[in-house]
């Protein structure tokens, strides 16, 4: 039977947009990556990418990694400047503790307005939630 782990986590992020000062974030290069089922089933060069910097990826299991999906508010003038969502199912991946944690990694890189994550790992069958209280670098 298979080992599965189910991802819901949101960010909202608060970025000043200032038209020809500041650039759009990129989020792929903040946070990373996806890696899909084809890409590892014919170990495609993003896969030998992966095999080469995991650390710029999504969190993966044995299947793909996590979906990311970025809302960009189409006002300028407001501070809340993008909302992004984190999900997924990961087959064979069952530390939902190493998700949360990288989770938390990714919500320091931003000024987060707010963020919350929950994970559930089918074998363990309690899920786990962390929402965002500030920065836990401080």
Known sequence: MSNWTHVAGIIRV???KIPGVTRDIDFEEE?????????????????????SHPQSFLPSGSEGSLK?????????????????????????????NEIIEWF????NKF????????VYNEYHDEPKTWTFEGREDK
């Not at 996806?34 to 060069?45: A, H, K, N, Q």
């Not at 938390?104 to 919500?107: E, G, N, R, S, T």
């Not at 000024?111 to 929950?118: D, F, H, K, N, S």
């Open 14 to 16: 608060d970025y000043l």
């Open 68 to 96: 990311m999906s970025v809302w960009a508010n189409p006002d300028d003038s407001h501070l809340s400047a993008y909302t992004v969502s984190i999900f997924g199912d990961l087959k064979d991946h069952d530390d939902e």
């Open 31 to 51: 946070i990373g990556r996806e890696l899909t089922f084809d890409d590892i089933w014919y170990e495609t060069v993003v896969y030998e990418e992966y095999e």
């Open 104 to 107: 938390k990694a990714q919500c």
């Open 111 to 118: 000024l987060v307005r707010q963020a919350v994550i929950t």
